[in-house]
């Protein structure tokens, strides 16, 4: 059964540390994203990837850091420089990035304390 | 379940009856629109999406209408059941990237 994994469904952290989200795909898509979603505000994009080994800064991607080192997998990492880490995390994964239709995991709430 | 959005515009139905969410987008050269439903806890799913180059497209129970005059799309639900209930996000596609809007909460009372 083809879709997105995201794990692990709550995470908590203390402030001043790194925490990594994972993302995982295995509908061979080309293009990965992550968004957070905080109440009251639409997605907003973190990062997103095309292709293996090469991804590009959406309009949030200060404080946050990904990889692409596989076609299925794009985790994100959230450092200590995110001043408001304390949000929804979803990853997406689309065939090819022109305009394709997004498929969501359902997502990761991570807090900070 | 997972909060998606404390303040969020909502709309309030009877069961059995239509529905209709609205959403103004922003971009007069997006070509492509998408609806998104996302229930309590989980990831935004796929609804129906729409071409600039059509003002009307039809789903099993679901219409989604075009005005690119007033930069206006809307998700009509035909016949609200008490599933529908969740958040609804419209998204525009300009520039081969997807710009959500902020959502519409859709509670639907038995």
């Known amino acids: 059964d083809g879709g997105i994994t995201q794990s692990p469904k709550y995470l908590f952290r203390k402030e001043g540390q790194n925490v990594t989200l994972s993302c995982e795909q295995n509908?061979?898509?080309?293009?990965m994203y992550w968004y957070r979603q905080d109440p009251g505000q639409g997605l907003r994009l973190i990062y997103y990837s095309q292709i293996v080994n090469d991804f590009q800064k959406g309009d949030i991607a200060e404080g946050y850091s990904v990889s692409r080192e596989k076609k299925e997998s794009f985790p994100l990492t959230v450092t200590s420089a995110q001043k408001n880490p304390t949000a929804f995390y979803l990853c997406?994964?689309?065939?090819?990035?022109?305009?394709?239709?997004?498929?969501f995991g359902n997502g990761t709430r991570l807090t900070v304390t | 379940g997972e909060s998606v959005g404390l303040h969020l515009p909502t709309l309030s139905v009877q069961e059995g009856d239509n529905s209709i969410i609205n959403c103004a987008y922003s971009n007069s050269a997006s070509d492509y629109f998408i609806w998104y439903k996302q229930e309590s806890g989980k990831g935004p799913q796929f609804i129906i999406d729409?071409?600039?180059?059509?003002d009307k497209r039809q789903g099993q129970r679901v219409t989604v209408l075009l005005n690119k005059t007033v930069k206006h799309l809307s998700l009509q639900i035909a016949a609200t059941q008490p599933g529908d209930s969740a958040v609804y996000f419209c998204a525009e596609n300009a520039g081969n990237m997807l710009t959500f809007g902020g959502g519409t909460r859709l509670m639907v009372k038995p």
């Open positions: 509908l061979n898509h080309d293009a």
């Open positions: 997406a994964s689309s065939i090819n990035r022109e305009g394709s239709i997004l498929h």
């Open positions: 729409i071409r600039s180059n059509m």
